[in-house]
């Protein structure tokens, strides 16, 4: 799209499957990216994709979760692109560590050689949670000084745990809930300066993030894997691909100039469905 062409679009976690798809779409748009991710060499790769491919892409090693090292990679971003358009917060996960084994505690769990919610640690859930809420809000306030005096966008990228939430992974959940009322509280916050905020919601995409939960070792589907295709009435999962068209309607001030504060979800009518 022309009117995209030159914007500069901050994209953290843009080493992951769906992020990296996401800064391809906006390059092959004329949107010039800054990809950012803890796993340079995986940004890296990406960035010669794009760059080979005829668009302007760059890596830097950032961590979403240091507000002095993010300051200084915004600092650097500036310096190599000269502006801001858009920020893409999608750096995030879940971790074994904050998940339980079984989806119901039954009696006896305490003591069992399984890990309930009893066991869990707080550390490994503090570590959740901050990966996915301050590995939001740190970059945000990190790169938005940038868009206060001329607007711009930001997408969070929120999930269906924030709609309601999944078994086994409390903590996750409860991010993405706090996503998805951060992009709201922003949306308010950012509205007199020009800045759009909205979020993406994915419903269940296959990703090296969530594999162990969904598929066995053996490459056969997990009984997870099999209650959510049921409860998605198109059946399937979905590709990184089907995600494209959302986020060039949200980053787009002619098409959803009046648009912020919304979270879209893109879940193959997952959180539709009341299982009847």
């Known amino acids: 799209m022309e009117r995209f062409k030159d914007k500069v679009a901050v994209v953290t976690g843009a080493g992951g499957v769906l992020c990296s798809r996401f800064s391809k779409v906006l390059a092959e748009n004329g949107v010039k990216v800054a990809l950012l991710d803890l796993n340079k060499e995986a940004v890296d790769k990406v960035a010669a994709e794009i760059n080979e491919a005829g668009g302007c892409a760059k890596a830097y090693k950032a961590n979403v979760l240091e507000k002095d090292t993010m300051y200084l990679v915004a600092d650097q971003v500036m310096k190599d692109f000269g ?76 999930s269906m745990n924030a709609y309601t939430p999944l078994t086994k992974i409390p903590a996750y959940s409860a991010a993405k809930a706090g996503i998805s009322n951060f992009t709201q509280w922003l949306a308010v916050h950012f509205s007199k300066v020009g800045i759009r905020v909205n979020a993406i919601a994915p419903g269940f995409f296959s990703t090296a993030q969530n594999k162990a939960l969904l598929w066995n070792e053996d490459g056969t589907p997990t009984a997870r894997t099999g209650k959510i295709l049921a409860a998605t009435p198109m059946g399937r999962f979905g590709e990184p691909e089907e995600l494209d068209g959302t986020l060039l309607y949200l980053i787009d001030d002619q098409m959803a100039g009046f648009v912020t504060g919304v979270v879209i979800p893109v879940d193959g009518g997952f959180s539709a469905y009341s299982g009847v």
């Open 83 to 158: 502006r801001v358009d858009i920020l893409l917060n999608g750096a995030g996960g879940n971790n074994p560590r904050a998940t339980t084994d079984k989806e119901y505690f039954e009696p006896g769990d305490i003591d069992a050689d399984t890990k309930s919610f009893f066991d869990l640690e707080d550390s490994s859930v503090s570590f959740v949670f901050n990966l996915n809420f301050l590995g939001t809000l740190i970059p945000t306030q990190a790169f938005a000084r940038y868009m206060v005096e001329k607007g711009g966008n930001i997408i969070n990228i929120s």
